[in-house]
Every structure is written in structure tokens, then in C-alpha cells.
């Protein structure tokens, strides 16, 4: 029975990612059957629909024009919408009728279909044959590093073994000593003798000829197509850099055996074209036309081993809400969208790694499961935040993963809490007007907490959500007697209703994650309503006894402020203090407070320090520097207009047991984040 | 790579050493750190860096050490993090600072287990460590000595409000510590001459003008009286507005509050004590288990005889049976991310669920309705579930749930009743502990 749901989870898993992008027009779904749909789309998961539609009638296979075929993959903005889009297209034919090299660059992209996989595998071979002749050895292998770069373990090893049967192994591979190096650092030999577990795809299982008889006839339909020029600027910026390289002179010494240098190497090159892609994805600009230095600089954060595990597991929601606005038109507009994804990918990183809970150490070695097998990329792209951690419990192999995979805990990604049709009841309790708890507040803070949730989601398909519809007099076992579940009812009756009109990025969250995420939500508002009164005891002392307030003439303490910053929207905070008194004609001072209760006893002091500089950051990307301020009665303030500037927001943690009990590792930390980021004093209650 | 951090030996104590330096501005990283790591190198000995963690943790070595601070630089800092893999446990950080702030040097470093240091040989290279880094960068202030007496001293704030410690710093002499290195400013605030004379092991005159003072021949041995006399000479010599008898009394006091006490909790909550205890920081913990060995649960009422036993009053049975069983299974999903053994619903289990309810000062954080409608029912059902289980327990519904028992050789217990006690507070979540009730109720199964 848990086979039959899990089968049933992952074919409206695959609908919903479909139906995330708005702007389809599906095939009616025949059982979960991967028949090609006419309208399929791989569309952008943006709320503003602004994807391009994949282009009327494609795919044609009968004008053979490969490029038109690969484009609307280009598209996609993440593996998961890569596999998607491919459940409804005939792949097998899709790929068969694609050039050597457009293959290779299908194949960058993630995990191909299992019945295609074979034939791109095998025009994987044709290409690497094809460029050694053509190209001569040097150049060749750039584009070798490439193939290899973007293709699974499992793939490569299907290759290796077709060329040491035919004995190419030593007129190809075998004159690429840095590619080779590349292969043996993942553990992979050029050898003859395949592993034990190795089972060769269906080229061999066919007539038994030689690769290169096989091979002759894609050769000469790729004639025209393989032009040097072209391909090289498709390759991502560093294998281009690497083709200068070999193009000047110091060529062949740099080349020549025995002088390998891998000591810069990332064993894990496999990100780089993965990142090439999704990063440019929909920009409308290939990354040969945005200039290298700016794509350099917008990734210098992300390792590959980031972009790997976080693309994979990065699904929908990879893009921030502001992109839609700023991306568009224009060179400038692809830069823009290119560094606003990249600051949204490491955001995702730090997510995921906290998630793993095991350091960078785990984000690599998810980066190897995935990059180790096929399988193993898809049942990431596919699960998301869920089959990454059990993928990651159960060491890369999928088959104990799946099982796992409803136990994982799982990371939301993004979801937007539309405006609140009803009044949710049991929030009423929540309601503390003193201290700025109003409903609207409440309901907006629990919005954000939704929003940042861990737990398991039910996929964003109507059909789904109406079979699974909660009943108000009959909770499931472990809801009974909860007070929450009528608070639970309403919130999934809301969201399928949003799902209805397509506003939905996220289906509801499931019972258990959803208690939990009110569980911490409700210890969040109790500190900070702590905290408001506090700060108001504070403000009423005179100026030199006040602790937090003493810059403050005469302060005045707003709780719950609307405020609005290009890029994060409407976001409330927590305390806005402003000068009330008299001035001398300069602007008034404002700042900011952000509550926190985290537990983080138990860390050490490097973890500790990276998590106060993530929190750091977000407050004052939040509610620093340059704020606009919402609320009317505030207005009478600021006679220059609603924007002031902040020049501090204060940071405070719910301290006592939830702290390390190092005091003073605690406090070095506090220190070091403080001038990291500038702006922010992060403080322990 | 795994590390063993100062956290995983718990209640003993550490050495701390702090140190602060400027940077030239200009220099390249590698030229200007090299005698940094040099000096590490050549002194620390059996507490040397065995790994580097930059983006991953890697093994100990200049290359690696470059590599890591180059992937975590920033525009205005970059930081690196060396750990060992064995005892003695090593954890040190590295935080530099680019303009627009001063250029700077960050470090802070913990070996334990301190008494490493009771070797005079050892203690006298980590001096020449620090005295080589602070010829070679100018300091402010550096510092080496026991974790649990710093927090004792309270440092860093040292009876300071935050806003202000964190914007002065070491700013005067707050305290001695067994080694320090006091910057410029500081030799200022006392007169070179007077620090100069300072009565001390060893007081030296650095080329750029600071001062190296070590109290005695040995870090460890601190807490010895020889150790506080010395050290409260000093103090009041370079504070001559401190009283030496009041100074060396507080330093007694501190040692006599971190003399090791031996728990000898009461059996029933034993287990339960050493926990609470193990999350004590190091130099409390001495007071906080001679208070818990002076503290005796109250004898659990939650119960009556067997012949005392109430009836049951409710109509179906299994209907309510199956509603308790619906309450513990709640506590299992409140708690069972935290506490994975709360699946087992064990005797050990009810000594994880006290614990976490406390750590997280569950009853003092939520709302009391909260508590009293959700928590209160679910903890009673968990209790009464493990009665039933373990002990061979029979229920007894009742309508109201406080009535609700349990029914173990002569007595019937109350274990909604119980839990509704626990809620209370956070003291009261260890005056009426799950664990207790389970093991008074085992004596009395007969």
C-alpha cells in the first residue's frame, strides 16, 4: 500500500512541477503515461508567467532542425523542470533526430530519460570520436572535459567501455592527460575491464559492430552542423578559457604528458555546465553574450559541488519574486537576472546545507551521489529537498532512498501566502493588540514562517489536493482532539482554492509539518512579545539609563511596521523606533529590531558564526539601510518622504539554554558577525 | 573530515588564548600571515592543526590553510577554521579584516583539556608563540587562560552592558589573565615604568612598544593559591585603585567554585540530573550538582491504592483507550524530531522527554492554554502508555482524564493528573519528572 501511494506521490509530483509553471496547456494525463502531449512546456516557474511558450507544434521531427528541437530545454530553469519537460516528448525520437554536439549539451543539462539514454550516450561517443579527429587532440579534449564534466558516472563508464572495446581508447583518451586525470579523480580507469557491476547499454546488444562502422553515417549528418566556432562558444566560460589556452602557443607544453597540474581541480566539475545553463536560463541571452568577467563574478560564490546538490534539489522557487520585474530585455537585464539567481542559489546552498546538517563535507558527497548515477540525478530533480536528504541517508543508492524519502524531512522552498480570504479562528489566540499582535499581523508572520517551513508538501495539483481534502469532523488519528486541525482545515481549503486560480506557487503543507512549523511559531511571537515590552520598559527610562534606546532624544517604539525594499517587498518588522523629538532639521533616526528563537545549543563555534552572518544579512536586507515605511500615522514624521535610512538594526536571539553555554564563544561570534555586516548588532537575551 | 571540538568532552576545562594584532594594509596575505603560521608551527607541538576547514575540511597545510582563506574571503574579511581529529582537541579561529575596516588579525583558540598545560615546558612554548606573534603584529590586547575562569571573570564583558564591551574592547585592565599581552594604549593607561615592575614570572618589553606579562610558570595550576597570590599581585600593581586582599579573595572564591563536586543525585532522577547538569557551562557546574545533590524530588502523590481505585465511569471503553493511545501518539509527533527514542516509548524514553520539555523551557515559552489542552493530554497518554508496557499496567477510563489511571500491582496511578503537575513550570518538570513517577511506580509493582 505505501508502494501504491509513493508511486501515486510521484506521478502528481511530475504533474505538479508541470503545473507550477501557470502557463501550460497540458495533454490530458493518461495514467502517468509518458506520451508525448502537444503543448507541453517548459515553462518558467516565475508567478509572472513570463516564460516563453515552447514554440507551436514543437517538437518537428520532420524538418530535422536540431537547434529547435534542444531550445525549449535550454529554457528550463532547473533539473527538475528539465525532467518534466521531458516526460511529454517522445525522447527516444527527440534524441535520434539531435546532432553529435547538441546531444552532448541535451545531456549537460541533467539526467536524460532512461529510454534515452542509451542513444545519448551513444552520440556522446560520436561527438568525442568525431572532435578528436576533427579538431586535433588538444582542443579536442576541452570539449572531451566538457562531455565528461556534464555526464553521470554510470554514463561514463557505458563510454569507457565502448572505446576500450574498440580499442580507442589509446588514439583518444588515452592523448588527454588532463581529462584522463579528471576521470581517474572520479574514480574511473581507463581500462578494458569494466566493473563487475557494469552492464554495457544497447549498442552492444545490437549487431556487435564496430563503434566506428556504427558511427560513420551521424558523422556525415553532422558535417555541417560541427563547426568548431560555433560549438566553442556554447561551451561554458571556463572550458572556453581553457580553448584560449590551448589556441595560444604555450599549448603543447601546458598539454604535454606529465605535466598535469589538477592541483586546482575540483573533483567535482560535473556544476559547471549545469550551472551554465539554468543560471542564463530564460535571460534571453546565451552566456556567450554576457561577458565572462560578469558571469564569473555573479558564480564566484557557488562551488560546483553547491551548484550540483542545489540546482538538483532547487526544483521551482530557484527564482527570486524580483527577477520577473528586473530580468527581461536587454543585456542588462541578463546580468541582473544571471547575479539575483546566483545570490538566490547560495541563499538555497546555506538552506540545504543546514538541512544536511553535516557541514560542506555533506553537500559535497550529495554532489557525488548525484553525479555518480543517472537514476540518482532524477529521483533528486524530481523529490527535491525530500529525496536529497534520503538519498543522502541512504549513501547514494536509490533504491534504500526511496523508501526513506517519506520520512525525510523536507525543505519548503518558496510559496507566496496570498491575501487572506477568511479569518483563520484558532490564530486568535495569537492576537496580543498591545504588542502590535494584531490578525493581519499574525496572519502575516505565520505567512513568512510558512513560507521558511520544513516538512513534506502535497503537490500543487487540483486533482490531488480535492482526493486528499481534509474534512473538518473526521481529522486522521494523530489530529485528534488538536485544537489546530480546524486552524489546518482552513489553511488547506485557502491554498487548494489558491491552486484553483493559479496563484498558488506551493501546495499546502502536510498535517505534522504544519503543526510543528506552529509549534516554533508560537515560541517565536512569545519571545518577541517579550522582547516589545522590554524594549518599552526601556524607552520609558531617562536617556542615560536606557539600554537599547540611548541614541534616541525622545524615542517613540512602532511595533509590526510595514516596510518595503526594492527586491524583498512587503515585509513587517518587528520594532521600528523612530525620533520623535524636536530636531535640528536633519533626517531622523530610525531603527530597526528582528527577533529571533533558534535553538543553538549544541553548536560549535564556526557553524554558530555562519548562522548569525546568514540571519545578519537577511535582517538587513530586510529592514536596513534605505527602508520605506508604510504606515500612515508614521507619515507626520517624515516630511522628506516615506524612505529613511537605517543605520542599525538590532539582531536579538532568544538566549538562556538555547544558546551555546560558552558565553564567551557566543559573544566572539556576535562580535565577528557584527563586522561582517556592517549595520547589524546581534545581541543574546 | 571529523573534528573534535572543545564541546565534546564535557565538564572539563580548557585553555583560551585571544589575541588581537593589526595587519599592513598593503601586504599580500601569504607574506604577511607566514610568520604567523610559522611560529604556530614551530611551538604547538601535540596540540598542532590537523585539518583546515575552508569550504570543506581538508588536511593541515600552508597550501591548504591559503586555499581555505582565499574560497571564504569576502570584501571585508575572510576567516579560516583549523580543528584536530584527536586528543588534545584543538578548535581555532582565524577572522582577518580588510579595509574599509583596520586591517586586522582575529584569533581566538581553545586546546583542552588544560591540564596539558601543567607541563612547564609546554606552557613556556606557547609564550614564545604568542611573544613571536606579537612582535610581529602589533596587538591591542592578547590573552591566555582557563575557560571556566574567564567566564568566571566575565570576559569579555567584564560587568560591562554588551553594546558598550563590544564597541570598547579590552579597554583597561580588567583583569590579569596567566598570560597577557597588553598593547600600547594599554601600557599607556598604567605607565610603561610602572608595568615594567610589574611582580610577575616573567614581564618583557616587545619591540613595538607592547608588554608580555605571564603571572606564572604554568597555565594549568591557576587555580593553586601560590597561582592567585601571583596573580593578584599583578592585578593590583598595574590597578593600584584595587585592594589586594579584596582582589585575592574573589580570586579564591572563583577557585573554590570550580573544586569538582561529585553528583550523588537521588536514584530516581539521576540520569535526568546528569543531563541538566551536562548542559551547564563548565564553571557553574560545580555549584549547579552541589545544588542537585542537596535537592530530593518530592515523593510522587499522583497515586492511591489499588483498593482505593475509582471505577470506570465511561460508556465504551475502547472508544477512550483508543483516544489516549490518539494523545501519546501527539506527543510523538511534537517530539519525535528532537527525540527520535520517543518512538520506543521507553523507560529511557521518558528520561529524553523530561529533558527536552526542560531544555527548551517548554512550559515557561508557550501559552498555558496551549499547554494545558494539548500538552498536558499528550504527555499523561505517553506516561500512561509506558506504565501499561512496561510495568504490565491495566487503564482504567474514566470521563474526566485526570481520573484516568493506571492500574500497577497495588496501586492505581494518575498519569494525566502527573503531567498536569510537570506542565507547571520548568522547576516543576524536574519536581514531578516522568522518570520519577516510572521508577517509584516500579518499586511498587510488587
Not at chain 1, 42 to 56: D, F, K, L, M, N
Not at chain 1, 614 to 638: C, F, H, K, P, W
Not at chain 2, 410 to 424: D, K, S
Request: proline share 6%; hydrophobic share 40%; aromatic share 8%.
Amino acid at each position: 500500500m505505501r508502494t501504491q501511494a509513493l508511486a501515486h506521490g510521484w506521478v502528481a509530483l511530475l504533474a505538479a512541477v508541470l503545473l507550477s509553471t501557470g502557463c501550460v496547456t497540458l495533454a490530458p494525463r493518461r495514467g502517468g503515461s509518458t506520451e508525448a502531449g502537444p503543448n507541453a512546456l517548459c515553462a518558467e516557474p516565475a508567478p509572472s508567467c513570463e516564460g516563453r511558450a515552447v514554440p507551436p507544434g514543437w517538437p518537428d521531427f520532420s524538418s530535422s532542425d536540431s537547434e529547435a528541437l534542444l531550445a525549449p530545454f535550454l529554457t528550463c530553469t532547473s533539473p527538475a523542470e528539465y525532467v518534466a519537460l521531458q516526460e511529454h516528448v517522445d525522447m527516444p525520437r527527440l534524441v535520434q533526430s539531435l546532432t553529435d554536439w547538441d546531444a552532448v549539451r541535451l545531456g549537460s543539462l541533467g539526467p536524460v530519460r532512461e529510454d534515452a539514454a542509451g542513444l545519448l550516450n551513444r552520440k556522446r561517443l560520436s561527438f568525442l570520436l568525431h572532435a578528436t579527429d576533427t579538431y586535433g587532440v588538444a582542443p579536442a579534449e576541452v570539449f572531451v572535459r566538457y562531455l565528461f564534466d556534464s555526464a553521470h558516472d554510470d554514463e561514463l563508464r557505458e563510454l569507457l567501455f565502448w572505446l576500450a572495446r574498440d580499442k580507442r581508447l589509446d588514439t583518444t583518451l588515452g592523448l588527454m592527460p588532463r581529462a584522463q586525470a579528471e576521470l581517474e579523480a572520479r574514480g574511473l580507469k581507463l581500462s578494458a575491464r569494466p566493473d563487475r557491476d557494469f552492464q554495457p547499454g544497447d549498442l552492444l546488444r545490437g549487431a556487435g559492430r564496430a563503434v566506428t562502422d556504427l558511427l560513420t553515417h551521424e558523422q556525415e549528418k553532422n558535417a555541417w552542423y560541427t563547426h568548431y566556432s560555433r560549438q566553442r562558444v556554447q561551451l561554458p566560460p571556463s572550458y572556453q578559457k581553457d580553448l584560449d589556452e590551448v589556441e595560444r602557443e604555450g599549448a603543447k607544453q601546458h598539454y604535454s604528458a606529465g605535466n598535469v597540474v589538477l592541483g586546482s581541480v575540483d573533483h567535482l566539475t560535473f556544476g559547471v555546465p549545469l550551472g551554465f545553463y539554468y543560471l542564463v536560463a530564460g535571460t534571453g541571452h546565451g552566456l556567450h553574450s554576457l561577458s565572462r568577467g560578469e558571469y564569473e563574478q555573479a558564480v564566484r560564490q557557488l562551488t560546483p559541488l553547491a551548484l550540483v546538490a542545489t540546482l538538483y534539489v532547487g526544483g521551482k522557487g530557484m527564482r527570486p519574486l524580483h527577477e520577473a520585474r528586473r530580468g527581461g530585455a536587454g543585456l542588462q537585464g541578463g546580468l541582473e537576472t544571471l547575479r539575483a539567481r546566483a545570490g538566490a542559489l547560495a541563499e538555497k546552498t546555506r538552506e540545504l546545507q543546514a538541512r544536511l546538517g553535516t557541514g560542506v563535507e555533506g553537500l559535497r558527497e550529495l554532489g557525488r551521489y548525484i553525479q555518480a548515477r543517472r537514476e540518482a540525478g532524477r529521483f533528486v530533480a524530481v523529490g527535491g529537498m525530500d529525496a536529497a536528504l534520503a538519498l543522502y541517508e541512504a549513501r547514494g543508492d536509490v533504491a534504500r532512498a526511496r523508501p526513506l524519502m517519506s520520512r525525510a524531512r523536507s525543505g519548503a522552498t518558496g510559496s507566496s501566502p496570498g491575501k487572506s480570504a477568511e479569518r483563520q479562528g484558532a490564530l486568535v489566540s495569537l492576537v496580543d493588540k498591545e504588542v502590535g499582535h494584531t490578525l493581519d499581523v499574525v496572519e502575516a508572520k505565520l505567512a513568512a514562517a510558512e513560507l521558511e517551513a520544513t516538512g513534506p508538501r502535497l503537490p500543487k495539483d487540483v486533482g490531488v489536493l480535492e482526493k486528499h481534502r481534509p474534512s473538518l469532523d473526521v481529522p486522521p488519528s494523530e489530529a485528534q482532539g488538536n485544537p489546530r486541525w480546524r486552524e489546518y482545515v482552513d489553511y488547506y481549503e485557502k491554498r487548494l482554492g489558491e491552486v484553483k486560480k493559479g496563484e498558488a506557487t506551493e501546495g499546502p503543507l502536510k498535517w505534522e509539518p504544519y503543526e510543528r512549523m506552529r509549534a516554533w511559531f508560537a515560541r517565536g511571537l512569545a519571545f518577541e512579545r517579550d522582547r516589545v515590552k522590554l524594549l518599552r520598559e526601556d524607552a520609558a527610562k531617562p536617556r542615560a539609563q536606557r539600554s537599547f534606546l540611548g541614541d534616541f532624544d525622545s524615542p517613540r517604539i512602532e511595533i509590526q511596521v510595514g516596510v518595503r525594499k526594492p527586491g524583498t517587498g512587503l515585509r513587517y518588522a518587528d520594532v521600528l523606533v523612530i525620533e520623535e523629538g524636536g530636531l535640528g532639521g536633519g533626517p531622523r533616526r530610525v531603527e530597526t529590531f528582528s527577533f529571533k528563537s533558534r535553538d543553538f545549543s549544541g553548536l560549535d563555534r564556526e557553524t554558530l558564526t555562519a548562522r548569525m552572518k546568514v540571519d545578519a544579512s537577511e535582517a538587513l536586507r530586510n529592514y536596513g539601510e534605505t527602508l520605506d515605511i508604510r504606515r500612515d500615522s508614521l507619515q507626520s514624521l517624515l516630511p522628506g518622504g516615506s524612505e529613511v535610512q537605517v543605520p542599525r538594526v538590532r539582531l536579538i536571539y532568544e538566549g538562556g539554554k538555547l544558546m551555546p553555554t560558552d558565553v564567551d564563544a557566543s559573544k566572539a561570534a556576535a562580535l565577528a558577525t557584527e563586522k561582517a555586516v556592517p549595520g547589524v548588532e546581534v545581541l543574546f537575551q | 573530515m571529523k573534528v573534535l571540538g572543545p564541546g565534546d568532552v564535557k565538564g572539563e576545562d580548557s585553555l583560551r588564548l585571544t589575541f588581537e594584532g593589526a595587519l599592513e594594509p598593503q601586504a599580500a596575505l601569504e607574506t604577511v600571515l607566514a610568520p604567523f603560521f610559522q611560529a604556530l608551527e614551530d611551538h604547538a607541538g601535540d596540540w598542532m592543526p590537523e585539518v583546515v576547514s575552508g569550504r570543506r575540511r581538508v588536511k593541515y597545510s600552508r597550501a591548504n590553510l591559503w586555499k581555505a582563506l582565499e574560497e571564504r574571503r569576502d570584501e571585508r574579511s575572510t576567516d579560516a577554521w583549523l580543528y584536530r581529529t584527536r586528543r588534545p582537541t584543538l578548535e581555532m579561529s582565524l577572522h582577518v579584516w580588510f579595509p574599509p575596516l583596520p586591517p586586522a588579525l582575529d584569533v581566538m583558540t581553545t586546546v583542552q583539556p588544560l591540564t596539558l598545560f601543567a607541563e612547564e615546558e609546554r606552557s613556556r612554548q606557547l609564550v614564545e608563540m604568542v611573544r613571536t606573534w606579537a612582535s610581529c603584529y602589533p596587538v591591542t590586547h592578547a590573552a591566555a587562560h582557563s575557560v571556566a575562569d574567564r567566564a568566571l571573570a566575565g570576559a569579555p564583558d567584564f560587568g560591562r552592558d554588551a553594546r558598550t564591551a563590544r564597541r570598547d574592547g579590552f579597554d583597561r585592565i580588567y583583569e590579569v589573565f596567566w598570560l597577557n599581552v597588553f598593547g600600547p594604549k594599554l601600557v599607556e593607561t598604567v605607565g610603561r615604568e610602572r608595568m615594567l615592575s610589574t611582580p610577575a614570572h616573567r614581564v618583557e618589553e616587545l619591540p613595538n612598544g607592547s608588554v608580555l606579562l605571564v603571572t606564572w610558570p604554568t597555565a594549568a595550576d591557576f587555580a593553586s593559591d601560590e597561582a592567585r597570590r601571583a596573580q593578584a599581585r599583578a592585578h593590583v600593581h598595574l590597578r593600584p585603585d584595587l585592594d589586594f586582599d579584596t582582589v585575592l579573595r574573589t580570586l579564591r572564591e572563583r577557585s573554590a567554585s570550580l573544586v569538582p563536586v561529585e553528583p550523588r543525585f537521588h536514584p530516581d532522577v539521576a540520569p535526568l540530573l546528569s543531563r541538566v547538569v551536562e548542559s551547564v557551562a563548565s564553571h557553574e557546574r560545580p555549584r549547579r550538582i552541589a545544588e542537585l545533590n542537596a535537592w530530593r524530588p518530592p515523593e510522587p502523590e499522583e497515586w492511591r491504592p489499588a483498593t482505593a481505585v475509582l471505577p470506570s465511569d465511561v460508556g465504551n471503553a475502547k472508544r477512550a483507550l483508543e483516544q489516549y493511545s490518539l494523545y501519546a501518539e501527539q506527543l510523538v509527533a511534537l517530539l519525535h524530531t528532537k527525540v527520535p527514542s520517543v518512538f520506543e516509548a521507553t523507560p529511557e524514553s521518558l528520561g529524553d522527554v523530561d529533558y527536552q520539555f526542560w531544555h527548551e523551557d517548554f512550559p515557561r515559552v508557550f501559552e498555558r492554554q496551549l499547554i494545558d489542552e494539548h500538552a498536558v493530554p499528550s504527555t499523561g497518554a505517553y506516561l500512561g502508555q509506558v506504565l501499561v508496557r512496561h510495568l504490565g499496567g491495566t487503564w482504567i477510563p474514566r470521563q474526566k482524564l485526570d481520573e484516568a489511571q493506571v492500574l500497577v500491582g497495588n496501586r492505581v496511578w494518575f498519569p494525566f493528573a502527573r503531567a498536569r503537575h510537570y506542565m507547571r513550570s520548568c522547576q516543576s518538570l524536574l519536581d514531578f519528572s516522568l522518570t520519577q513517577l516510572y521508577r517509584v511506580a516500579q518499586r511498587h509493582r510488587g
